[in-house]
């Protein structure tokens, strides 16, 4: 069940980190601080109760689950 926290700011910096290839690029096309993305990304992830990304060494790879969101997001977005 999706938790009611979740919005679409949530999905919106999602979409744009995985755009970007990482919270930092995302961060920075989004024009607000790393760790304001990272805490969107935390609450978008307990919503839907699923990782969304993964460490893939120095930098984050999107999940398979990710990968589902990210597809429904191009398509919102």
Do not use: C
Request: hydrophobic share 50%.
């Amino acid at each position: 069940m999706i938790d009611p926290g979740f919005n679409y700011r949530h999905l919106y910096y999602f979409w744009v980190v995985a755009q970007a290839g990482g919270v930092g690029r995302g961060a920075a096309r989004l024009g607000v601080a790393p760790q304001t993305v990272s805490v969107q990304l935390q609450a978008l992830e307990r919503a839907i109760g699923v990782a969304l990304l993964k460490p893939a060494g120095r930098a984050l790879a999107l999940t398979e689950a990710g990968e589902a969101v990210r597809r429904q997001a191009d398509q919102i977005f």
